[in-house]
């Protein structure tokens, strides 16, 4: 299994930013970003698909930018102007093939999630 370590999360208010980034233990071309909000079933927020396009959840309102350092391993998600809304547990996904990158039954390995929290 591919190893994925989350960073970057924490504390910030309505309007700030945060910038998470999820290194993996070996090359892997296919990488996403989910989170999970209390009560709520975990979401699709931002990822490559197997065609290696960016693809986010429309909720985001162009928001949040997703990036790939392939060769570091490594998958950044840049969120701007975060809402209360946004806070969650996020967790960084991935896999060799991906059919429908906002499935998440689709990755096989999956990090232990850092925790974001936005207050107004």
């Known amino acids: 299994a591919v190893r994925l370590v989350e960073s970057g999360g924490g504390s910030v208010q309505a309007g700030g930013s945060l910038r998470l980034s999820c290194t993996a233990s070996?090359?892997?071309?296919?990488m996403a970003w989910y989170r999970q909000a209390p009560g709520k079933e975990r979401e699709g927020v931002a990822g490559?698909?197997?065609?290696?396009?960016?693809n986010y959840a429309d909720s985001l309102e162009g928001r949040f930018t997703v990036s790939l350092d392939y060769y570091k391993k490594t998958l950044h998600l840049q969120m701007d102007n975060l809402k209360p809304e946004d806070s969650g547990l996020y967790y960084c996904?991935?896999?060799?093939?991906?059919?429908?990158?906002?499935?998440?039954?689709?990755?096989?390995?999956w990090g232990q999630g850092i925790e974001v929290t936005v207050y107004s």
């Open positions: 996904a991935a896999d060799f093939w991906c059919g429908d990158w906002v499935d998440a039954a689709e990755y096989k390995d």
């Open positions: 070996e090359l892997i071309p296919i």
């Open positions: 490559y698909d197997h065609d290696g396009r960016r």
